[in-house]
């Protein structure tokens, strides 16, 4: 399968725990997006990498959350301290730099988080 | 702040119907407009607008775009059970960021 790939698919953790989150985008897009996706709403924008250059993120990113691109491939998004509100399914989604420009991008399974 | 808009939030009809879907927005720079299918698992792309007044189709669906009025929509003719799920509208902007608006809940009932 070359499509976008998000590990685990479900985590179960308690409220003060830490959760990373692991996505392995299409192997050539240079472009990797996290978004936040809670029950009844669209997907809300996280943060974006090019390469491995973490280019924006959003104010919905508190400091218990880190996102890392070492390498330019892989991503990881963990989240330190987690609260009940965490509690969501997480998007990954990668692209080339030009369908960037136009909008369509490959989104992964997510991963849905439940904070007890 | 930057804002789309999708009605109405859910919908039920039943198969064969045709359906019309609403998204409005409200950003700076704006880019192009985008249509986006999910059922249980990641969003799947559906379409691109950027200009105004010019429909884009692909079987039964279609949108087309209204600069003017800041607003699209998606058009789902003899609709099939198959078609239910949520269906996404997002602005992309320059500076490549979407906006998503919170979707439309499409049930269609056999």
């Known amino acids: 399968d070359t499509g976008v790939s998000q590990d685990p698919r479900h985590k179960i953790t308690k409220r003060g725990q830490n959760v990373t989150f692991r996505c392995d985008p299409i192997?050539?897009?240079?472009?990797l997006y996290w978004y936040r996706q809670t029950l009844g709403q669209g997907p809300e924008f996280l943060t974006y990498?090019?390469?491995?250059?973490?280019?924006?993120k959003s104010r919905l990113l508190s400091d218990r959350f880190s996102a890392e691109r070492p390498k330019g491939s892989f991503s990881t998004l963990e989240i330190q301290r987690t609260e009940q509100g965490d509690s969501a399914m997480y998007l990954c989604?990668?692209?080339?730099?030009?369908?960037?420009?136009?909008?369509?991008?490959?989104f992964g399974e997510g991963s849905r988080l439940t904070v007890l | 702040e930057d804002k789309v808009v999708q009605s109405p939030l859910s919908l039920v009809v039943h198969e064969g119907d045709t359906v019309t879907l609403n998204c409005s927005y409200e950003?700076?720079?704006?880019?192009?407009l985008l249509w986006y299918k999910q059922e249980k698992k990641a969003p799947t792309f559906l379409f691109m607008l950027?200009?105004?007044?010019i429909e884009k189709k692909s079987g039964r669906l279609s949108s087309i775009l209204d600069k003017k009025e800041l607003s699209s929509i998606l058009n789902i003719t003899a609709t099939q059970t198959g078609d239910s799920a949520i269906y996404l509208c997002?602005?992309?902007?320059?500076?490549?960021?979407?906006?998503f608006g919170a979707g439309t809940i499409l049930r269609v009932k056999s």
């Open positions: 989604a990668s692209s080339l730099a030009l369908q960037a420009n136009t909008g369509e991008l490959f």
């Open positions: 192997s050539e897009h240079n472009r």
């Open positions: 990498f090019q390469n491995e250059a973490q280019l924006e």
């Open positions: 950003v700076t720079n704006f880019r192009s």
């Open positions: 950027t200009s105004s007044g």
């Open positions: 997002a602005v992309v902007k320059y500076g490549n960021k979407l906006v």
